[in-house]
Every structure is written in structure tokens, then in C-alpha cells.
């Protein structure tokens, strides 16, 4: 499922400056990072791939979306957000977007966990909470629920996971258009949570070491 790789994005620190990583799926359309490319040469990139099959409707709805997308996140603090489409019986599009919050040393894990709350008292007896575990023994929490704002109904989902070294939190939000998938949302966004890294200058990713029992 998991092919891509999203280069490092600058996140806003009062200590160290942190470098944010975080897997993607295979056919990831970004908004927000772009690493050492501009907008237009990661999309030159993107598009690469597509020659010779990609039908004209197509690619210019890819275009027209990415630059639209790109304008709405330029001013924004996410360290990642875009959109993943999935074809065939069960058409969707999977929209996710990552902030990251670095630990300050007034901040308590526990302060984070607010946003819990929120989208359960939003979605109200359709929401629920659920919680999972990375291979290195970090406990993430999910909550999801049914929304028909914008006049489409669709599923949102918000996860939260403290990152590994106590670096920060990271938070996705994500949203589904077609409401039926909410397991597979909740497993994009548990993913998004479980390989994103705060990581500091000079440092390379790493995955997930397993918890000694």
C-alpha cells in the first residue's frame, strides 16, 4: 500500500528546529511539502508516471486540483496535507492532513489529548473513539463520525499520537468521501500517525523499533 516516500518539512519550534518525515501512499498528491522541489516541478514529477495513459480530462483535473489545493494550504502550519484516490468498484478520495505541535517543557502529554473531545461532542451519538499501538509500544487514539458538511456526506476522522523521543504530538485529520470506508480511513490515518517523525538537523528516518517486552 505504502510506496512513497514524503521528503522532510520545516515544523515551527522554540528549541531546536525540527525536520517533519512521513510516509505517504503510492499515487500521493501533496499540497503542502514539497522538499527540495517547487510546486510546479514536484507536479512535473507526479506527472511523469502518467504518460501515454492518463486520459486529457483527467490530467487537467489533476492540475487544476493540485494548484487549487496548493493555494489553499500555502498559508497554513500543516506539515502535510493531500489527497489519495482509489479507482475501481469503490471509488473515494482519502484527504489527509498532519500538523505537528513540538513538546515545550511546560507541556504534559495528557495536555494534548483535548482534542479528543471535540470531534465526539461534533459528532455526537455516530462518533466513536478507538485506540492503537505502534510497533514501538506508542498508544494512538482515533475518533471518527459521519458529517454532511459542504452538503456531501462523508466521514472524518482525527488521531492524535505522542511522536517517539517525546519530540512532540503529531495530529492528521482525515476525511473519506464516501462514508462506507471508514476502516479504511481510520487505517490511513493511523498510518499517517504511526511513520511521521519530528526529526532534528542531521538526523534520517527510522522505522519504528519494536518495544522490548
Sequence with gaps: MIEQEEAPAAATSTEAPLRVWQRVPQGW????????R?????????????EGWLPD???TAIVDGFRAGVELFADTSFAFA?????LGERPAAF?????????????SADATAFHRLLPLARFGDGGRSESFTTPDGRVGTLTLGASTDGGMPHVTA??????AGDTGT???MGLCSDP?????????VAFALTTTQALPEGAEPAEPVPAAP
Excluded: K, M
Excluded at 517547487?38 to 502518467?50: G, H, K, N, R
Design 95 to 107: 484527504f489527509l492532513c498532519t500538523n505537528v505541535v513540538p513538546a515545550a517543557s511546560e507541556t
Design 170 to 172: 503529531a495530529v492528521v
Design 57 to 59: 480530462a483527467a490530467r
Design 29 to 36: 498528491i501533496e499540497f503542502r511539502s514539497f522538499g527540495d
Design 38 to 50: 517547487s510546486p510546479q516541478e514536484w507536479l512535473d514529477w507526479y506527472l511523469v508516471s502518467a
Design 158 to 163: 482525527v488521531g492524535e499520537i505522542r511522536l
Design 82 to 86: 493531500g489527497v489519495s484516490l482509489t
Design 180 to 188: 462506507a470506508q471508514s476502516a479504511e480511513l481510520a487505517l490511513h
